[in-house]
């Protein structure tokens, strides 16, 4: 199993690109323009747009879905919704970090499951978006993929956190234990890893999952031990 085309890559973000040179360059890791000779052709200038760009769209959706929050309020909604986390687990539902083009060394520390690495890809995919279409496909890729945060901040709730984070509030605050994660198996080529985890409360298996990473396959396993305890916490 080789990494996703470009076709199909466009497919997951929702967006065809007219210049797909603006999409490599989202994807492509400082470490990668450096051993290319091409130090300046890598994502971080793209960030910085996505980053203004991120908090424009999300604060400008905030307003328009709650009419009567303050300022603090919506800075507090904004800052869960575009937090680090929040974007890493996006884009790891993407395959970014799959794609992403890296140096021998950050990919061999792991820099395909980095959260700040998988943060920065969402970012500078939403300036190629907004570069190659303009605001209106940028706004539209925002919606679509923080679909979830934003409709829980337009119902007046805190944007859900990532499932490992909930899972320990909820256990720790019931058990006083906090849960554990192990990878029990993983399988395919180097560069597309698939990879299974289990999490533990205590010495049960609670829940088993697989993803793209670590960190997905433990989120995965994560969102199936909150089902789990939701039965058993709230019977």
Not at 72 to 82: A, D, F, H, M, Y
Request: net charge neutral; proline share 2%.
């Amino acid at each position: 199993m080789g990494k996703p085309t470009i076709a199909a890559l466009e497919v997951a973000l929702g967006y065809r690109f007219k210049d797909r040179q603006l999409l490599g360059r989202a994807l492509t890791h400082r470490s990668h323009s450096h051993e290319q000779n091409a130090p300046l052709d890598h994502y971080e200038r793209m960030e910085f747009l996505g980053d203004a760009l991120l908090g424009f769209v999300v604060a400008d959706e905030l307003l328009k879905r709650d009419a009567e929050a303050d300022e603090g309020t919506l800075s507090r909604r904004r800052q869960q919704i575009v937090r680090a986390e929040t974007l890493a687990e996006v884009s790891g539902l993407l395959g970014l970090g799959v794609v992403a083009h890296l140096g021998r060394g950050e990919d061999q520390s792991g820099g395909r499951e980095k959260v700040s690495l998988l943060a920065d890809l969402f970012e500078s995919v939403l300036a190629a978006i907004y570069l190659d279409g303009g605001i209106r496909p940028a706004r539209a890729f925002v919606r679509r993929h923080l679909r979830g945060q934003l409709r829980a901040s337009s119902e007046g709730e805190d944007a859900p956190s990532d499932a490992k984070t909930r899972l320990q509030e909820r256990v720790q605050g019931r058990l006083q234990v906090t849960p554990r994660y192990r990878i029990v198996s993983k399988s395919g080529l180097a560069h597309a890893l698939q990879f299974t985890a289990e999490v533990l409360i205590g010495q049960v298996v609670y829940g088993c999952g697989e993803g793209g990473s670590r960190k997905a396959a433990e989120q995965s396993a994560a969102k199936q031990a909150l089902q789990k305890l939701a039965g058993e916490f709230d019977a």
